[in-house]
Nanobody
Framework: QLQASGGGLVQAGGSLRLSCAAS???????MAWFRQAPGKEREFVGG??????YYADSVKGRFTISRDSAKNLVYLQMNSLKPEDTAVYYC??????????????????WGQGTQVTVSS
């Protein structure tokens, strides 16, 4: 249902754009990005439900979520990357209410994850 791509290795200060291809019913769901670094819990990065977009404080002002509904694609543009952004990034789809947008258990469908590594 979800296919994430676009990860890679980048130097600190650089940019990457992740893509998530949605298919089937997930194309109409709220979409979000989470990440998980080694030894850490999966954390919310940003999400979009209708016209409402939330970002984690740690990425606000650096990351941007956008959606191409015609192509069923969701993007995560990541600028000014920092080494602490290194993680496996997952896209997720579901039907959370606004108050649960940041909760990974609110999402029913997950992509396979794409590795982002930021070198210092």
């Amino acid at each position: 249902q979800l296919q994430a791509s676009g990860g890679g290795l980048v130097q600190a200060g650089g940019s990457l754009r992740l893509s998530c291809a949605a298919s089937g019913r997930t194309s109409n769901y709220a979409m979000a990005w989470f990440r998980q670094a080694p030894g850490k819990e999966r954390e919310f990065v940003g999400g979009r439900k209708g016209g409402v977009i939330y970002y984690a404080d740690s990425v606000k002002g650096r990351f941007t979520i956008s959606r191409d509904s015609a192509k069923n694609l969701v993007y995560l543009q990541m600028n000014s990357l920092k080494p602490e952004d290194t993680a496996v990034y997952y896209c997720a789809a579901g039907t959370p209410i606004l108050s649960t947008m940041r909760t990974h258990s609110a999402y029913h469908y997950w992509g396979q994850g794409t590795q982002v590594t930021v070198s210092s």
